[in-house]
């Protein structure tokens, strides 16, 4: 009977650490879930980008040739190679970028989401302008093949803006970055993307004028691209150690 009283009366730990005002010490402990997973998110956009970058072989087709022609038409399908290449490169750097770019993110928001999916879209739209590169950039008049390149550079135009979009939300929001996120790496980051928007916007220029020259510009730059240095997160001092300079 005395041990049946004392199980009644005896106080549970949860609501002990509350009656002694310790709530707000729980919750700091337990763990906080809000939103989708960082790796969630570079899950997916690994996923669109490899499928973009495999459609574009798509279009480079096995000639019907005859016998002793096969040579000369593999070679007459140099708007193919030359467009695949230029888009898979495309592609490629900007995997790398936004492989660089989830490097700073610690958590993420909606607006991160939405912006990440509209890069994904523009991404996963490039395989179109590619094809009408390899379509029309020989043998279908000056004006088609404007049209075709600058088509193109206007999908590079919209894709340095959405990539650009990204880092800018990160700037704005320092809460969703890493602890060795630098803020001025970010925002120079953000500056760095945006100077693809100019560049892709003179080269698109060019293509109503010498659409040749603007498809060599747009391989130029994703090479250029390529090669730029990243900013990187500055290494967390450890506890006890000077950080400054």
Sequence with gaps: MTALHDWVNHTPPFLAKC???QMDSIKDSEPRTVGPSKGRVEAFSDGVFAIAITLLILEIRVPEAEDGALWNDLLRLWP???AYAVSFLTIGVMWVNHHHLM???ASVDRGLLYRNLALLGIVGFIPFPTALLAEYIEGHGLANQRAA???YGLTMI???IAFTLLWSHLDKHPELTTNDGDPAVIRGSVMQAATGIAAYVVATGVAFVAPIVSLAIYALLVVAFAFARPRTPRPAARIGEDSSP
Excluded: K, N
Aim: charged share 0%; net charge neutral; proline share 0%.
């Design 149 to 151: 390149v600058g088509a």
């Design 80 to 82: 193919s190679y030359g």
């Design 103 to 105: 490097a700073f993110v």
């Design 158 to 160: 919209v894709l340095s």
């Design 19 to 21: 009656q002694a005002g």
